[in-house]
C-alpha cells in the first residue's frame, strides 16, 4: 500500500466518521428518520475504511525442505547460519548431509510434516568425479559420521540409528544406499509443523540458499 493511498484512506475514515456522527446528533435533535439512516451508512463505510486503512501483516519466512539430496557438508553450515532463527519446514525428502539441520548445536527452529523422510549415511570424500575410499577414508567418514551426525542428533533418532549398519560410500556401499527414518518415527523428536504451515509462511526454498560452495 502506497502511502498516498494510505492517507486518502485515513482522511476517509476521518471524514466519514465526522459526518455520520454530525447525521445522528441532526436525528437526536430532530427526530427524522433519514439523518440516522445517513448516520448509520456513514459510520459503517468509517468503519470499513479503517480496516483497509491497517497494514497487512507480513508473513514470515520458512525454510522449505522438499527432495534435497545432500552435498558439501560445510555448504550446508553455510546455510544454516544464513536461516538463522527462520523457521525450517522439512515437508519431504531430506538426504544425507540435509540432515544436518537436524544438529543440535545448530538450534534451528526445525519442523516436520507427515511427508518427511530422513535418509543418513556415512559423509565421504569426493575426488576427481569419484568416491575416496581406502583404510584413511573409511576412518575419517567414521569420525566424521560421529561428530557430525550421531552425536547432534535428537535423542530418538540417536536410538533409533544405534545398532543399524551405516552406509558408507568410503566402503565401497552405493552412494544411494540409506538408513531411511520416516516422519511416523521421529515423533516429538523433532517438532510437528502447525497444520496450517502452508498459509503461515512465506515459504522459500531453501535450495534458493547460495553459498559460493559447491554440492560436493
Keep these: 500500500m502506497t502511502i498516498l493511498l494510505k492517507l486518502l484512506l485515513i482522511v476517509g475514515v476521518l471524514g466519514t466518521s465526522a459526518f455520520g456522527f454530525a447525521y445522528f446528533f441532526l436525528f437526536a435533535v430532530s427526530g427524522r428518520r433519514q439523518f440516522l439512516r445517513w448516520a448509520i451508512v456513514l459510520i459503517v463505510s468509517a468503519f470499513v475504511l479503517s480496516h483497509l486503512a491497517k497494514p497487512v501483516q507480513a508473513k514470515p519466512i520458512a525454510y522449505l525442505i522438499d527432495g534435497d539430496m545432500g552435498g558439501a557438508m560445510l555448504r550446508y553450515e553455510q546455510k544454516a547460519k544464513i536461516i538463522g532463527g527462520a523457521k525450517v519446514v522439512i515437508d519431504g525428502v531430506c538426504l544425507s548431509a540435509c540432515t544436518m539441520y537436524l544438529r543440535r548445536d545448530w538450534n534451528l527452529d526445525v519442523c516436520y510434516t507427515p511427508s518427511a523422510t530422513f535418509g543418513f549415511h556415512k559423509p565421504f570424500a569426493w575426488l576427481r568425479n569419484s568416491v575416496v575410499t581406502g583404510t584413511m577414508a573409511i576412518a575419517n567418514a567414521d569420525a566424521s559420521w560421529r561428530s557430525n551426525f550421531f552425536e547432534q542428533m535428537p535423542a530418538r533418532i540417536r536410538v533409533m ?16 544406499r540409506f538408513v531411511f527414518v520416516k516422519a511416523r518415527d521421529v515423533g516429538d523428536a523433532v517438532k510437528p509443523c502447525p497444520k496450517d504451515w502452508a498459509a503461515r ?12 560452495i559447491g554440492a560436493q
Excluded at 540409528?161 to 544411494?176: E, N, R, T, V, Y
Design 161 to 176: 540409528l544405534s545398532g543399524k549398519s551405516i552406509p558408507s560410500p568410503a566402503a565401497g556401499d552405493p552412494m544411494d
Design 201 to 212: 509462511y512465506k515459504l522459500v526454498d531453501v535450495q534458493s540458499i547460495t553459498t559460493g
